[in-house]
């Protein structure tokens, strides 16, 4: 079993920044992929950004340039800087946490608001 628990989230300008933090505990050693989704008023949830045990990281096109993903592998832990943010970028964030089997983890969610 993983445990997943993301934080940092927040209300923030447009064209601010904002740190994610997902970290990760129980049976880490089986982790070989981390990411990031967000959920919007149609409800879909969609890819932000992912990040492999190798470091291999995928970006949705939306945000390329403004997010960056990066692993801490000492903690077990997924951060996502976000900058020059908008207001189609305000969602909730939910860290997804992949174990060989596969078996799928997800954090309890972290809600972005852009706005001024």
């Known amino acids: 079993q993983v445990q997943v628990v993301e934080s940092g989230g927040g209300l923030v300008q447009p064209g601010g920044s904002l740190r994610l933090s997902c970290a990760a505990s129980g049976r880490v050693f089986s982790i070989y992929h981390m990411g990031w989704f967000r959920q919007g008023p149609d409800d879909s949830r969609d890819m932000v950004a992912t990040i492999t045990i190798g470091g291999t990281t995928d970006y949705a096109e939306s945000v390329k340039g403004r997010f960056a993903i990066s692993r801490d592998a000492a903690k077990n832990t997924v951060y996502l800087q976000m900058n020059n943010l908008k207001p189609e970028d305000t969602a909730v964030y939910y860290c997804?946490?992949?174990?060989?089997?596969?078996?799928?983890?997800w954090g309890q969610g972290t809600q972005v608001t852009v706005s001024s």
């Open positions: 997804r946490v992949v174990e060989y089997g596969p078996t799928i983890y």
